[in-house]
């Protein structure tokens, strides 16, 4: 047994997953790859437009929140910000240049005529229920690169180790077609693990979906899963009970054909194209006598008896960001140890304590 060298170790997908994900699955269609994992979480913030803050500390001192303007013309010329007003008679009542008054504050266009910017975003006391979600992002196989985030209200069930599915309804700010996640100045995320996170713990806003879509949207997926309304999932799995870090490794069979192989005859999961197996962070493991790594590893596989070790790069938002090491024995010292010999060359650190197949 021997390590892969440097040039023959085949590159794999690690996809970080939420540290409550239950259930995962990997799938094609045509050029693009989809990983999802269902992940129940904390109750979602939201912030809300503070429009009678607004009026309160603005518009109640201003002096075209009115309906008419009491005008006396003598020795003064009148203008506002959207154009000259004109008068032939001293003691006529001008119409207010402002509709906040009569149709409130939605009905202006800022800066307003006063030059105020209008309501600013503050946070609510409300919360959403984040208790059946699914976060899914999906990876353009022709350029190795990330596409798109998308998130649902949707239960995955698991019942004697296969997953059922309800319906995906849509959540807060998503877009109603297709899913899509709306990050607006939140930087994108790096992956499902941090999905997860920005998504649950940011604030969110009614720009795309309202709040009471998404509480009637989690009420709904509730009552299917009270009624055993969902179907089977034969491609989705269940994620092994654990509190280390988890991740999934997944190899597609158009950009990586070896792994593809590999993998598939090893004993991991098969969906057409893709093959895609669960994995857990083990620390500082003494890959060989002078080799120390944070590796991830599967849980022992039935059909080899043997565990599979992977190496993550942590290239951001880009589909190959690891490598595949080869098989260990289901009896490998993965407990964390410190180096204490001097590094060897790379040929010389590749010893018999792993196989390729």
Known sequence: MKFFSSTEAPPVHIELLPDSAHAIDVYTSLNMLTIKAWAPGSPIPCTGESELSFINNYC?????????????????ELSTSHGELYCVDPSVRFAS??????EGVDSISFPCTAGYNGPQSEPTDQKLSAEYMVYGR?????NDFFH??????????????????TDALSAINTYHDDSHVCWGETNVPANLLEAEATFTTSFANEDLCSFDTHINNATDVESYVDDENYELCSSAITLPTTT???ALVAAAITSMPNAFVLLGSSGCHINKNVVYIPVCLYS????DEDTVSNVWVTEVLPSINKRLMFVYFDNEHTFTN????????SNFNLQPCKLTLPQSSEPEARDNNLSPA
Not at 97 to 102: E, G, H, L, Q, V
């Open 60 to 76: 109640h001192q201003c002096e075209f929140y009115c309906s008419e303007i009491d005008v006396d013309l003598e020795g003064r």
């Open 97 to 102: 240049p402002c509709s906040a008054y009569d």
């Open 138 to 142: 999906t990876y353009d196989l022709t």
């Open 148 to 165: 798109k985030d998308y998130v649902a209200i949707q239960a995955a069930v698991v019942n004697r180790n296969s997953v059922y599915l």
């Open 244 to 246: 280390r870090p988890q």
């Open 284 to 287: 500082d493991v003494a890959i």
């Open 322 to 329: 690891a490598v595949y090491l080869g098989q260990i024995d």
